[in-house]
């Protein structure tokens, strides 16, 4: 396989994110070689970044199968590999003060307050409305 020039990150941005993907474990069952994490993470990030079906990922990418592409991105979902990928990036956005945070907001539904109540208190009971309803009724003669 020749050089590929249509990446979708440098390798200078690979070289920095390398140790935060798991060492692969040699099959015992031997069988082709794996396809490098490089190929991998650039495959997935052009079917992610393009919405190309993974099947239809072009081989004259030189990026490996789609499903090898998919394979790697189930497991590295599953070895937490994103989550440390992004507070990666954060660190060298804020070390290199590239962070605007004039736009950002924080929801409490995804956010815990640091003081808040650890158990979550009983939700309300409403009272059962007797209104007729507009979209479905008791009566063949209302839903006609």
């Given at each position: 396989m020749g050089k590929n020039r249509n990446k979708e990150i440098s390798a200078a941005l690979y070289k920095r994110l390398e140790p935060l993907l798991p060492a692969a474990k040699p099959s015992p069952k031997g069988g082709r070689p794996r396809l490098?994490?490089?190929?991998?993470?650039?495959?997935l990030l052009?079917?992610?970044r393009t919405g190309t079906p993974w099947e239809h990922l072009p081989q004259e990418l030189g990026f490996g199968s789609g499903m090898t592409c998919w394979r790697r991105l189930r497991d590295w979902q599953a070895a937490g590999v994103w989550h440390r990928l992004h507070l990666a990036l954060l660190?060298?956005?804020?070390?290199?003060?590239?962070?605007?945070?004039s736009r950002a907001s924080v929801d409490g539904a995804s956010v815990p307050s640091p003081r808040g109540a650890r158990i979550r208190a009983p939700t309300p009971r409403t009272g059962a409305n007797s209104a007729a309803s507009a979209t479905s009724s008791r009566t063949a003669r209302a839903s006609r």
């Open positions: 490098s994490d490089e190929l991998a993470l650039n495959g052009f079917v992610l660190d060298e956005l804020r070390s290199a003060d590239k962070l605007d945070f």
